[in-house]
């Protein structure tokens, strides 16, 4: 008897101890506001363990930093405003990631490693130039709002149906006729979505 209760006491230390790490790494929302932003990667890598913010905002960067992939504790992360062309796939390794912008880069896609990142609930890429989703993206379950404001989209995929926690969807600057902007609409009829005035391209 004395043998079983101490095993069931070391399986509840356990228990908690798990339990406090995966807290530890995934930050409830009023938590991740009120963490430290890193914003020069040399400190975060002295305390790789304490990133759960990381701007690299404006940095003049063709690519993402490496280093990046080491914070695995990573719930936001900015890399807007820089020069980035793509994704390396190491991105899905980032499995706590909440926040992600990557805004005014040069990407042309979507890296579908993105659609690894089950918790992400604020997508921003805004202003590259994308020319298509792809369909995984149905796997952003928690997704709450997906910014994709002045790109060059032309292809929505059925899947977008799937994300049903989404809640706001910036579509303006891109060139749409009425019957794909009431189709994009019906997709996610639970979000707003932000339209530019039709384009009428067909008359």
Request: proline share 2%.
């Given at each position: 008897m004395k043998k079983n209760?101490?095993?069931?006491?070391w399986i509840l230390i356990a228990t908690l101890i798990s339990a406090?790490?995966?807290?530890?790494?995934?930050?409830?929302a009023l938590a991740l506001d009120?963490?430290?932003?890193?914003?020069?990667l040399d400190r975060a890598l002295s305390e790789p363990e304490k990133v759960y913010r990381l701007d690299l905002s404006g940095q003049k960067l063709k690519e993402v930093p490496p280093e990046v992939f080491q914070f695995t504790n990573l719930n936001a992360l900015d890399l807007s405003g820089n020069k980035i062309k793509d994704v390396p796939e190491e991105l899905k390794?980032?499995?706590?990631?909440?926040?992600?912008r990557?805004?005014?880069?040069?990407?042309?896609e979507v890296p579908k490693s993105l659609?690894?990142?089950?918790?992400?609930k604020r997508l921003d890429?805004?202003?590259?130039?994308?020319?298509?989703?792809?369909?995984?993206?149905?796997a952003l379950t928690e997704l709450i709002s997906l910014d994709l404001w002045d790109n060059d989209l032309a292809e929505f995929p059925e899947e977008l149906a799937e994300l049903d926690a989404l809640r706001y969807m910036d579509l303006r600057a891109i060139q749409f006729e009425v019957p794909e902007m009431e189709h994009i609409q019906e997709l996610v009829p639970k979000a707003k979505v932000y339209f530019s005035q039709p384009c009428n391209c067909g008359m």
């Open positions: 209760a101490l095993s069931r006491i406090v790490n995966a807290q530890a790494q995934l930050l409830d009120s963490v430290r932003t890193y914003r020069k390794n980032l499995r706590y990631i909440q926040e992600l990557l805004s005014r880069n040069k990407l042309t659609c690894h990142l089950v918790h992400l890429m805004s202003r590259n130039a994308l020319e298509a989703l792809p369909t995984c993206i149905g």
